[in-house]
């Protein structure tokens, strides 16, 4: 390595987000690049360990350990260390599509594996990766692509999310003639509608949306597959079609009084709210207010977290946000060794956030909502909780036990539920008559298959909801298997 002990002279340091208070007040990301200083120091620490576990890509314990995508990291951190920017952008993009959307809004998996995390705190190979890609951009490094042959193949992709997207670079590259369907009005999936702008900016997601048709790749919008477009006349003009539709069935509050007014779908929220600024900057009202309410999230994952975030920056009068989990350590406990991902408590944007607003972290652990109680018209008025207990039986396993006398009322006149998804949505695969297993579509990894020949899936409607890493991977692979299907043989990594 560039600096082989620079992991022992120098403790990680992140970049300096912009401040809560200050950023709370616009949609802008809140999130800095490395300042020319501290990336300097902060590049050194990537030590060579002879068996670099950040590029696994496995499961540990459920979940994700290093990178899906295999990055080479330690040999762009070298790179990055001696200043040759450019080679390490190449390295980079030899196994990432969009490192400018994992440097942003990817949980660092290969940072939990990193060797350093041992003993120390892991290098910041996420905001490296971002510092990296931009540098790109910025000088003109990063340009289209222009296939130098056409196969004559054609091919149909269904969402532009980012398996979508992924699969879609790559045939292109090995040049077939790529279509992307999206049913909404913008390219682009989750990275545009599902993830706040404070997060990741939407000029970013455009800007790469903007390279890939420059490439050859063709974006149809505003263009349902099964209503605007039949399956069968897809399936007639193109020699094959990757369904990439994503886990978008949200699971449900299965509780009396989920009807009434006040209650909303946690995506449903996020994405109104990211569609009303891109089109009006809110001129229009088509979102859902919280200004002056009192809000409730209930779910304890990052989707939660955004709402939070959001509910903040329309003005909400107060934000709580409900986890059935007790609430994590500070540091690794002996069923949770490394590589494996740390579940250790972590402070993140959106409660940095309620914390320099309100005074207090929002969430609240290990909690169920038992009652919801509306008022004359049929609005939300409060939620009735009590706090649940993890026990271990005899067998090592959990399960959860109500603490009598700990019941609480909380008012609310917002209530979100972000508890995650069930799969993808049936209708479309019913059309197409693709088989599906627990509400995900059957295609095995690795081969990505349906049972309809020429018909292939992947990202989140065949595995559920996961990482846009895990999504990268699958379009990357999926698109060499029909490459191999078209062609019989294939140069794609």
């Given at each position: ?7 022992m002279?120098?403790?990680?340091q ?74 390490a ?42 510092t990296?890609?931009?540098k790109?951009f ?8 222009i ?23 790559q ?29 990741l ?69 996020l994405t ?11 001129e ?6 919280t ?10 994952g990052d ?13 909400c ?28 408590f ?7 956030e ?12 290990s ?10 018209k ?9 706090q ?50 627990n ?39 999926v ?15």
């Open positions: 390595m560039g600096k082989a002990t620079g992991f002279e120098y403790t990680r992140n970049p300096q987000d912009r401040d809560p208070l200050a950023r709370v007040s616009d949609w802008k990301e809140y999130s800095s690049p490395f300042s020319d200083k501290l990336l300097s120091q902060q590049r050194a620490r990537c030590m060579d360990c002879a068996t670099p576990f950040c590029h696994m890509g496995s499961e540990i314990q459920g979940m994700t350990t290093g990178c899906p995508i295999h990055n080479l990291i330690p040999e762009w951190n070298d790179l990055v260390y001696r200043e040759r920017w450019k080679e952008l190449d390295r980079l993009l030899k196994t990432n599509n969009f490192p400018e959307f994992t440097g942003r809004v990817c949980p660092a998996p290969c940072e939990g594996s990193c060797t350093v995390a041992i003993s120390d705190p892991a290098v910041t190979i996420k905001s490296i990766e971002r990296i890609v931009e790109g910025a000088n003109g490094w990063i340009t289209p692509r296939p130098e042959k056409r196969t004559g193949k054609k091919i149909a992709i269904i969402g532009s999310g980012p398996a979508g997207l992924a699969s879609a670079d045939l292109n590259q090995a040049g077939h003639n790529v279509t992307v369907y999206e049913r909404s009005d913008r390219a682009g999936g989750l990275l545009i509608y599902g993830i706040p702008n404070m997060k900016e939407k000029d970013i997601v455009v800007r790469r949306i903007q390279l890939l048709t420059k490439e050859g790749i063709d974006f149809v919008t505003n263009t349902e597959v099964g209503k605007d477009i039949s399956t069968e006349e897809l399936q007639n003009q193109f020699d094959a079609v990757i369904l990439c539709t994503g886990a978008q069935k949200q699971r449900d509050l299965m509780l009396e009084g989920r009807e009434v007014k006040g209650i909303h779908f946690a995506m449903d929220y109104t709210t990211t569609k009303s600024l891109l089109d009006s900057n809110f229009d009202g088509q979102f859902i207010d200004k002056g309410k009192d809000v409730i999230v209930i779910g304890g989707t939660g977290a955004d709402c939070v975030a959001t509910a903040i920056r329309q003005n009068r107060s934000v709580v946000q409900f986890g059935k989990h007790p609430k994590l350590p500070t540091s690794r406990t002996s069923e949770n060794m490394w590589p494996a991902y740390p579940n250790v972590t402070l993140e944007y959106a409660y940095e309620a914390e320099a607003k309100f005074g207090d972290d929002p969430r609240e652990y909690i169920q909502t038992k009652k919801i109680v509306t008022d004359e049929e609005h939300v008025k409060e939620l009735h909780t009590i649940m207990k993890k026990i271990k039986d005899e067998y090592g396993k959990y399960y959860y036990k109500e603490i009598p006398g700990s019941e609480k009322i909380w008012p609310s006149q917002l209530v979100f539920i972000a508890i995650g998804f069930e799969g993808t949505e049936q209708p479309l695969l019913a059309q197409f008559d693709v088989a599906t297993t509400q995900k579509i059957a295609a095995a990894y690795g081969d990505y298959k349906t049972n309809i020949e020429g018909i292939f899936a992947a990202g989140d409607a065949r595995r559920g909801q996961s990482l846009i890493v895990w999504a990268i991977n699958e379009g990357r692979e698109a060499r298997e029909v490459d191999c299907y078209l062609m019989g043989s294939s140069v794609l990594p």
